[in-house]
């Protein structure tokens, strides 16, 4: 079993991650090792994430490195090919497309703003192979306001990503709204502290399908839920709104809304604290 963090500490040249991200990516790419695949990263600095990814994938790989620094293209005296541009400028990517092809993995581990970010992803999303993905790194700069970075923002890398998981539910018949191109290539979103990971599926997906088996066994199958007063003994006595559940109230109701909502807020408390 090939282990990450001893090409990250064996590698030749300087490099930095963060201490959680080797047991993530280890779970994410041990199907690739040794695959012949395309993996490009966004970030070379010195270039010593560059030389860990060839050891812990194997000569298959083809490493691709982009970087504003113009000094990283001495890097391809090492068998890496590097491209020098900017990861916030669309033109650049379509460039980059042109001449590269489909890629496997993208990672991003570039200068970490909403932009760039959101347009590394939207510019690369089509260009990735059918259970690719696209890893995107420091997403805690979603968080930060120094440093530049100045969110939490309605527009920050998160926050957009949120999108794409409302995009990715289409695929459920009760979702009225249309599946789309990207409903249909991305399978999943994971997310871990500080990294992204959007996942696209095995081939075009479509709608999913509602399966029942065994239909003559349905017996006492049945929604319990607003049955019986007694289900509900566990919930708060004393709150008003509790009280009115028990009492069957729909939940098409606006009492249930409010009372929903109400539940919702306090927890969102306790969880922010
Ligand atoms: C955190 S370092 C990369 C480190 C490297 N991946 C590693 O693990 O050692 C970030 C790099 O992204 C580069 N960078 C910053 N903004 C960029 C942009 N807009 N386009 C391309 N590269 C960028 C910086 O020059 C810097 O070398």
């Known amino acids: 079993m090939k282990n990450l963090k001893n090409s990250f500490k064996k590698s030749p040249k300087y490099s930095i991650k963060w201490s959680n991200y080797f047991e993530i990516y280890e779970n994410l790419f041990k199907r690739f090792v040794n695959k012949k695949i395309t993996l490009v990263e966004i970030g070379v600095g010195d270039g010593g994430s560059l030389f860990m990814w060839r050891k812990y994938f194997g000569k298959k790989v083809k490493i691709i490195g982009i970087e504003l620094n113009p000094e990283a293209k001495k890097l391809e005296k090492n068998g890496f090919k590097i491209f020098i541009g900017d990861q916030s400028n669309p033109d650049f990517w379509k460039r980059f497309y042109k001449k590269v092809g489909k890629i496997d993995i993208l990672i991003d581990d570039g200068g970490h703003t909403n932009l760039q970010q959101v347009t590394t992803l939207m510019e690369s999303i089509k260009h990735i192979n059918y259970e690719g993905m696209i890893v995107v790194e420091d997403t805690h700069t979603s968080f930060m306001r120094e440093k ?92 008003f709104f509790s009280n009115l559940i028990k009492r069957n109230v729909s939940k098409r109701s606006y009492l249930y809304r409010i009372y929903e909502n109400w539940i919702i807020k306090k927890y969102l408390k306790i969880l922010k604290k």
């Open 148 to 239: 530049g970075f100045k969110n939490p923002s309605r527009y920050s890398f998160i926050n957009f990503s949120k999108s794409l998981v409302e995009i990715l539910h289409r695929k459920n018949p009760m979702i009225k709204k249309e599946i789309n191109y990207f409903s249909q290539i991305i399978n999943s979103v994971e997310y871990y502290d500080s990294v992204t990971v959007i996942n696209i599926g095995k081939k075009r997906l479509t709608k999913s399908k509602h399966l029942e088996n065994n239909k003559k066994l349905r017996v006492y199958f049945d929604d319990f839920r607003f049955k019986n007063e007694n289900n509900m003994k566990n919930s708060t006595k004393e709150n």
